[in-house]
């Protein structure tokens, strides 16, 4: 039996499972031995594709810029139109099902900063087991620092969203979600199954664990958990191979809507949602606002002694916490050595007075003006 007979057969054995007390035990060892196999496979394809590197089918591009975007969505739905309108790159579009057959690269020059946006085929059902090369689509959209879901509102947005969802996940894809804050640490010596938990747990207890790390051979690790999380949540911790993206939901098409539908329709994603019409331009400019703000990109001008700030090629870092440290490293390594660097004069909002004399811990908020000085 194959491994994708075997992946079928577990999941219809779920499905046929009652969820009670009694069987969460097996349930559990199931979806660890989904899980298992759902990674062998990828790792299989994975170590395919880099032994096939060399056939040029042209798909695969590599990571330019300061960030990388993904478009995902159904066939037919504005990815190639948004595309065109915000790079100079004219893919290809038209009123039938799949016009994009190939990865599509763009550069968008926003703000100073590159970003490379990637104009990818259409996902449909069963792109996860590789149909319509759905497969060579999601794993581009691990390396992605931000996925933009496109999302026709002229048919069920919700089932679309949950769609596409559903299969960026069997890939090892989670959108808009955080790791689960566990620590896990396998012991090399013996010692068993150390668990301890800081808060209550609704979904998991010790033996339910025990169970799924035995799927693993798992048999001596030290297991931390600070919230309350679900048996897939703590599947992934085990696996390790999870990427976390961003996303944002770009509901494309909205001059078919009335002023009413559009505003329910807002109201009802206000975090993540974007209105977009590609046909009549309307609101592209606050879809690059929002891709900018969930790229968090911060932008830092250096300056040299006695001459004025370089407002042309500007540093740009990406993180939650930019430190002058970072920027050094930007520049030059060897500038964030703490026997090379002296001080730093920061200009900007992250300064209480311009400029302000700083240390390598310094954070740095956008468009602040560095100048460093050396020993």
Same mark, same amino acid.
């Given at each position: &039996?194959?491994?994708?007979?075997? *992946? ?67 066939? %037919? ?9 915000? /790079? %100079? ?25 590159? @970003? ?11 792109? !996860? ?20 879901? &496109? =999302? ?6 919700? !089932? ?19 790791? +689960?804050? #566990? &620590? ?11 668990? $301890?938990? /800081?808060?209550?747990? /609704? ?14 051979? *798992?048999?001596?690790?030290? @297991? ?16 390790? $191979?999870?990427?976390? #993206? ?28 974007? &209105?977009? %019409?590609?046909? =009549? ?32 090629? +500007?540093?740009?870092?990406?993180? /939650?916490? #930019? ?26 909002? %992250? ?12 954070? =740095? ?11």
């Amino acid at each position: &039996m194959g491994v994708q007979d075997r *992946i079928h057969d577990i999941e219809q054995e779920l499905k046929r499972t009652q969820v009670n007390k009694a069987t969460m035990g097996h349930i559990c060892r199931l979806k660890s031995r989904l899980a298992r196999l759902r990674t062998q496979v990828l790792l299989e394809e994975e170590k395919a594709r880099k032994q096939g590197a060399g056939t040029g089918d042209g798909f695969e591009v590599a990571k330019q810029g300061d960030a990388r975007v993904i478009m995902l969505g159904a066939p %037919s739905i504005g990815k190639s139109t948004f595309v065109s309108q915000v /790079t %100079s790159v004219q893919s290809a579009v038209a009123a039938y099902e799949f016009t994009t057959v190939d990865c599509i690269p763009g550069e968008l020059n926003w703000r100073g900063a590159r @970003i490379q946006l990637l104009d990818l085929p259409g996902i449909i059902e069963g792109a !996860a087991q590789g149909r319509g090369r759905g497969r060579q689509v999601i794993a581009l959209a691990r390396s992605a620092d931000l996925v933009l879901m &496109m =999302l026709d509102v002229g048919k069920d947005v919700e !089932a679309q969203r949950r769609f596409i969802e559903r299969e960026v996940e069997l890939a090892g894809i989670r959108l808009n979600k955080r790791p +689960p804050h #566990v &620590m896990f640490q396998l012991k090399k010596a013996g010692g068993g199954i150390t668990f $301890n938990a /800081t808060c209550p747990l /609704t979904h998991l207890d010790e033996k339910l664990v025990q169970a799924m790390l035995q799927e693993y051979r *798992i048999y001596n690790a030290d @297991i931390l958990i600070r919230e309350d999380v679900t048996v897939d949540e703590f599947i992934d911790v085990i696996e390790g $191979n999870r990427v976390y #993206v961003p996303c944002l939901h770009v509901y494309n098409k909205i001059d078919l809507l009335t002023i009413e539908e559009i505003d329910r329709l807002a109201r009802a994603d206000p975090r993540h949602g974007i &209105m977009l %019409s590609c046909a =009549l331009r309307l609101n592209v400019d606050e879809v690059l606002e929002r891709m900018w703000r969930a790229l968090r990109l911060v932008r830092v001008y250096t300056k040299k002694r006695g001459e004025p700030p370089d407002f042309e090629r +500007p540093l740009i870092l990406r993180s /939650t916490h #930019v430190r002058v440290a970072d920027a050094c490293r930007k520049i030059h390594r060897s500038l964030a050595d703490p026997t090379q660097f002296r001080y730093a004069l920061v200009w900007g909002r %992250s300064t209480k007075h311009d400029p302000q004399r700083v240390g390598l811990a310094h954070g =740095l908020a956008d468009e602040d003006v560095l100048c460093v000085v050396t020993k």
